[in-house]
């Protein structure tokens, strides 16, 4: 597809339990970020890559986040036992990555924890 | 650091009325400014950008938003809204960094259109 594609779009799962979010950005971008959206705290940012590196991790708010990004395309958010607080829309990004270019963003995922 | 403020969290406005949401942020660092655009259970879209050169940005569904820098204001506005420009309405802003380009955005404005 021409846009930034997200998987799943809801996902519900219990508490303790581990959940991975799939995103696949625009053919060609080499920019990409993860975002999550929440009631209390709004938009905020996750983490950024360049290619397959990550140069800006400053936003995981635990270490039971973390993320990859294989082949410079396809990126995976992963949280280890999920807590309530981490329910939120997670979406993802991404651009061109040369300066001045806007970012293209999924519809993101609707997280829920039981 | 950086923060954006977006001091109405809910505007309502009748149709055809004109509108103004208000966008005010904190850098100490040049930045690239924004408007995205989010209607119900979507992803995020651009509406419109600051990047350099004119001050005045227009999008092509007639939304138009002015920097001023010594205000540090961001303003988006529109003459006359349609009932289709229901959605919320988010600010963010980049620092002028070549690669690393994550955004920082207000807590948004929910824009809804009385007909």
């Known amino acids: 597809g021409a846009g930034v594609s997200q998987s799943p779009s809801n996902k519900v799962t219990e508490k303790g339990k581990d959940v991975e979010l799939r995103c696949d950005p625009i053919?060609?971008?080499?920019?990409l970020y993860w975002y999550r959206q929440s009631l209390g705290q709004g938009l905020e940012f996750l983490i950024y890559?360049?290619?397959?590196?990550?140069?800006?991790k400053s936003g995981l708010p635990s270490d039971r986040f973390s993320a990859e990004r294989t082949g410079g395309s396809v990126s995976t958010l992963t949280i280890q036992r999920t807590q309530q607080e981490d329910s939120a829309v997670y979406l993802c990004?991404?651009?061109?990555?040369?300066?001045?270019?806007?970012?293209?963003f999924g519809d993101g995922t609707r997280l829920s924890i039981l | 650091a950086q923060s954006v403020t977006q001091l109405d969290s809910q505007v309502p406005v009748f149709e055809e009325a004109p509108v103004e949401l208000r966008c005010n942020y904190s850098?100490?660092?040049?930045?690239?400014l924004f408007w995205y655009v989010q209607y119900p259970n979507q992803g995020l879209q651009l509406l419109l950008k600051?990047?350099?050169?004119?001050?005045l940005v227009e999008s092509i569904n007639g939304f138009e938003a002015e920097f001023n820098k010594s205000q540090t204001s961001f303003h988006l506005r529109k003459p006359s809204v349609h009932i289709s420009d229901t959605a919320e309405y988010f600010c963010?802003?980049?620092?002028?960094?070549?690669?690393?380009?994550?955004?920082?955005f207000g807590t948004g404005t929910r824009l809804t259109i009385i007909p």
């Open positions: 963010a802003v980049s620092d002028q960094d070549f690669g690393n380009e994550k955004l920082t």
């Open positions: 053919s060609g971008h080499t920019a």
């Open positions: 990004a991404s651009s061109l990555g040369q300066g001045k270019q806007p970012q293209h």
């Open positions: 850098s100490s660092v040049s930045v690239y």
């Open positions: 890559f360049q290619g397959n590196s990550a140069p800006d």
């Open positions: 600051y990047l350099s050169g004119s001050t």
